[in-house]
């Protein structure tokens, strides 16, 4: 069982940055594929990022691109999630995910259901 914690989140305005960190419970993390999620009130769960366990790969949702980057500090078994240009549609709570290896993940990492592990979110609003 690996338990996540985010944390980072807050109120920002426009064009401000944040970054989110994923913490484990334990010194476990570096062993997970890890994503990001998102999830605005009253709207389903959805894919923002996601990075291997080496950090060789990042995948980004459209709506990531350019703007946000992912990445993992292994030896601190936690995954970051900087956030720049941030606009009002970014207001969610924020989750992080971890997924032990396997060889599909690869083809479903945009999908809630290739993550076995959740944390509780954090909650990032933007105002305009």
């Known amino acids: 069982q690996v338990q996540l914690v985010e944390s980072g989140g807050r109120l920002a305005q426009s064009g401000d940055s944040l970054r989110l960190s994923c913490a484990a419970s334990?010194?476990?993390?570096?062993?997970?594929?890890v994503g990001w999620f998102r999830q605005a009130p009253g709207r389903e769960r959805v894919f923002v990022a996601a990075?291997?366990?080496?950090?060789?790969?990042?995948y980004y949702a459209d709506s990531a691109k350019g703007r946000f980057d992912i990445s993992r500090a292994n030896a601190e078994d936690t995954v970051y999630l900087q956030m720049n240009s941030l606009k009002p549609e970014d207001t969610a709570v924020y989750y992080c995910?971890?997924?032990?290896?396997?060889?599909?993940?690869?083809?479903?990492?945009?999908?809630?259901?290739?993550?076995?592990?959740w944390g509780q979110g954090t909650q990032v609003t933007v105002s305009s």
């Open positions: 995910a971890a997924a032990p290896a396997r060889s599909d993940w690869n083809a479903y990492y945009r999908r809630t259901v290739a993550y076995d592990y």
């Open positions: 334990e010194r476990t993390l570096s062993n997970y594929q």
């Open positions: 990075i291997t366990r080496g950090g060789s790969r990042k």
